[in-house]
């Protein structure tokens, strides 16, 4: 249990009567929904109490925000310290400590100090965890924020070997970055990124992955940027947290030497860890000299591979424990339901944004989706702020129940903006055929050059669904617009596509 | 139609050495000529276009003289459809091609592809009074805090807010709203076509989606992907002209702002266009391509459609404002004094995508048309009663914002323009639609194959060239304004040279 003691102030500052004219809104969780909130809600009522209470001693600090289109966006993550945050923003109270209970009938939480404090609205931003495989076996590491993939630098400092289990965007972008270090990727689909690409996409970055130099550097990064933040006084813990470029201050260096061999196990799992007394060496994959490993992981595809340690990015699981007493409601996935308001089902004046979150109550809607990531938690929690400021003012004046908050159009289309493998990819809308269950008049338009673009737009009955864009394709604005246009662009076929025509300028 | 390249030229004549006619006949129920402006190199590329689309062309997009003539051929266009020079495939209309109809007429349309989806997509010009050797030196800074006000985001200096009910008021009072809340100056106003309000608007013409679109996520107004520039003067070409606009000499800073209504501009087109082509077979309007989606003037859908439009018009002069605003800020935070001090006033403010209500003579008599401007720019004559009193003498002030990174030119209007193109002038730069190059077979089967296993059918384009160099079909910037010049449409009074570009 985490706890720190408030000093006289702040103990006195939070003792106050959340009211009506002093509302106080309590964030919990200081990721990146949770941070978006507060300083949403910061940016839109000054006056209003906000406070963040975070178990983890970082806060995530998103930066450099670039407006790409409409509802495109892409930004650096960070992790300060809750003093550097505390400094960046002093309207924003942070409580580094864990919340034990709800109580959602009378508007207040217990921290694990036991310190109560009232609110007026509550958003439960607490993310997901690592979904970590054979959690208690030492040689496995789960890797999801800046201390994980601290450790896991670590470790493959003295590694020549290692094994990934996932196929998720960290695994993806840590298999890429990894160097002097032999790999074995093990994933249950067929093709790899299977979340984000479809099998084209990963076709097109297979070469790439699997020929990359050794000092290869083709980020681009933005020309102007913000400074690193106060994040970086010397003392203070800091780091590269997980966004496009997470990987930066890290070494990901192992001791193979130059060479680095990636061998993907595709449609396996592991099924079980042996260590070298307990594997039959006879079964044991022999790829390398090295005969004795420190752990041996056996496949459900036969394969018995040893490796200095295992790196499972296998998904995540909602972090709701705060929630499971209160008569709120849970989808499949494990995320607790929230309305088209942000709002958790079955509870008032509770809200929930981010991971945490599940949006299965929503409308189905024809070209968004919801995906754990980072985007959809920034927006998750803007829209969270927006709607607890809105019922806040509509109790105050009208005395009548919540009314409703028209959802932002980011909800009305799936847009994310991040990178693999070097390159700028970016995905629209249902940009897999998604939950297109009639196949009649679906069709792809594919252009693609080998190691520079790949183009992807789904098609049903001659209108745009969704776009995979890889590369700097400069068409993310006209294909966001053509698809909430809903036009029918049959007429034009794949020309649609073609490089000799300007398609911006023509829909311009 | 299945003519050959010699039979469609039997149909264009040059009529001077600057402007060729279209007879009527080229395409089917022309009911006026068309006619376009070039000069002897972008003469080629529109022949060349038209031989290529008799060979088959690339797919559904027409060459520029087939969608000048089928514009020719709606119901009450009055004295020509015409390209300017930059005249280049677009939807329904080409971009760069202007159309006027009789609002007399009841026969007369109004189509939404005429104007385009980015509804008073616009430039607008600030100078100020600092010098390239002023910025050279903090050129860094001065784009970092450009960059910080422009594009906005949670916590970022820039924050205008804009809440549902801003948005709406926005949309009815343009430039208006601005001024209210403090974000432009009065003088702005005055130098803007329209004033930055089309007094017509109607926001409940605007659908909730449009507004959705319009209505940026934390409410402050982003500027999204459209661009500014910080520029200097390169060249003067009409001393008299610059000095009205406040522009004395080479090296001159201004800053060009480009913008226009981005989704919610293409949200009430295409509401538009929906609502149209249900209302045309009951209108028994008949037109030769189905983008040509049009309904009469007086017609509700013609009447919400204007009130939409102009709304969404409404929206883009705002965003420049909002722009100009920010953009004054930050060169206030640089150089250390209040904007005012840096003179930096709009020179003035021109839409490029839009349709007006306006008087013009035709055959002597003085007739009211709606004038459809798309990729094309309002050059009203000296002693126009339109045109701020400060460029009376001299004309409307013409802003040619080239592609962003090329140069940008400052025209004025002429009565000669007047005359014989309803007060337009070009717009930009163009491409015509070139042969299909032969291109490498790269080898991307691979990834055909695995895509393929989906089971859905795939249609492939052709791919990109890496290193595509300046195709030979591109219609320069410089051509396509001396063009103008030389055809006595606009006139040219200064050249600009970007030094830094914001993208928001």
Known sequence: MICRTLDRFETAALKFTA??????????????????????INALEPSAKVV?????????????????????????????????????????????????????????????????LKYTKLCVCTGARQNVIFSDNKHVIGIRDTASAKELDRKLHNAERLVVVGNGGIAIELIFQIECCNVVWVIKDKAIGQVFFDPGASQFFLPILLNKKTDSSDMKRMT????????????????????????????????AGQTKEINIQYQAEVETLLSSDQVDHSEVDRKSNKSLWPVYAKLTNGKVLGCDFIVSATG?????????????????????????????????????????????????????????????????????????????????????????????????????????????????????????????????????????????????????????????????????????????LSMLGEDLLNPDVDITDYFD | MGRSFDEELQYLERKTDYCWTIKKGFVPNMQVEGAFYVNSHLEKLMLEELRNSCRGGIGGFLPGVKQIANVAALPGIVKNSIGLPDVHSGYGFAIGNMAAFDMDDPESIVSPGGVGFDINCGVRLIRTNLDETDVTPVKEQLCQSLFDHIPVGVGSK???????KDLNEALEMGVDWSLREGYAWAEDKEHCEEYGRLLQADPSKVSAKAKKRGLPQLG??????????????????????????????????????????????????TDALVAMEK???????????????????????????????????????????????????????????????????????????????EEHMVNGKQKTLLVHRKGSTRAFPPHHPLIPVDYQLTGQPVLIGGTMGTCSYVLTGTQHGMDTTFGTTCHGAGRALSRAKSRRNLDY?????????????????????????????YKDVTEVVNTCHEAGISKKAIKLRPIAVIKG
């Not at chain 1, 009211?19 to 949403?40: D, H, K, L, R, Y």
């Not at chain 1, 299965?360 to 920034?378: D, E, G, I, V, Y």
């Open chain 1, 19 to 40: 009211s009506m004219e002093n509302p106080v809104f309590i964030v919990v969780g200081g990721g990146i929904a949770g941070v978006s909130c507060a300083e949403t």
């Open chain 1, 52 to 116: 963040i209470i975070s178990v983890s001693p970082l806060i995530k600090a998103v930066r450099n925000v670039q407006e790409l289109t409409r509802t495109l966006a892409s930004f650096d993550v960070d992790e300060t310290s809750i003093k550097d945050y505390s400094d960046l923003h002093p309207n924003i109270s942070i409580i580094h400590d864990i919340v034990k209970e709800i109580d959602s009938g009378e508007k207040f939480v217990v921290t694990g100090c036991g310190e109560t």
């Open chain 1, 224 to 255: 102007y940027k913000l400074e690193q933040s106060a994040a970086t006084k010397a003392g203070h813990v800091t780091g590269g947290a997980l966004g496009p470029d997470w990987h930066q201050n890290l070494q990901l260096a192992g001791q």
């Open chain 1, 316 to 488: 995540v699981v909602p972090n709701t424990e705060v929630l499971t007493q209160l008569p709120c409601s849970f989808s499949e996935d494990g995320g607790v339901r929230i309305d088209e308001n942000m709002r958790v089902t079955g509870l008032c004046g509770v809200y929930a944004a981010g991971d945490v979150c599940s949006t299965t109550a929503w409308q189905k809607k024809p070209h968004w989706h919801q995906m754990r990531l980072w985007t959809q938690a920034r927006q998750m929690g803007m829209f969270a702020a927006q709607c607890m400021i809105s019922h806040h003012k509509n109790i105050q004046t009208s005395n009548s129940s919540d009314c409703e908050t028209p959802q932002d159009i980011c909800f009305d289309l799936f847009a994310h903006a991040t990178r693999f493998f070097g390159k700028r990819v970016i995905l629209l809308g249902r940009y897999n055929a998604q939950g297109i269950e009639d196949s009649q008049g679906l069709e792809f338009l594919l252009r693609t050059t080998p190691g520079e673009e790949y183009i992807k737009v789904v098609m049903l009955n001659g209108r745009m669904q969704g776009a995979v864009l890889i590369g700097e394709t400069d068409l993310e604005e006209t294909f966001e617009n053509l698809i909430l246009n809903e036009i029918d």
């Open chain 2, 158 to 164: 820039g924050v205008i807010p804009m809440q549902a």
């Open chain 2, 220 to 269: 402050t107004l982003g500027a999204g992907n459209h661009y500014a520039e910080i520029q200097v003067v390169d060249e003067i070409f009409d001393k008299h002209a610059a000095n009205k606009m406040g522009i004395d000499h080479k090296g001159q800073v201004c800053v060009m702002v480009h913008c226009g209504s981005r989704g919610l501009g293409h949200q009430v087109a």
């Open chain 2, 279 to 357: 209302a045309m077979a009951r209108d028994k309007i008949i037109v030769n391509d189905r983008q040509l989606a049009c309904a009469h003037i007086k017609s509700a859908e013609g009447q919400d459609y204007l009130k939409g439009m102009f709304a969404a018009g409404n929206y883009a002069w705002v965003n420049r404002s909002s722009m100009t605003f920010l953009t004054r800020q930050a060169f206030g935070k640089v150089f250390n004094c209040p904007p005012d001090d840096l003179d930096m006033q709009l020179i003035y403010d021109v839409s490029h995508n839009i349709a007006k209500v």
């Open chain 2, 445 to 473: 089967q691979e990834v055909l194959d695995k895509l393929a296993e989906k089971g859905i059918s795939i249609r492939v384009a052709s791919p990109k060239l890496v290193m595509e160099e300046a195709p030979e079909s």
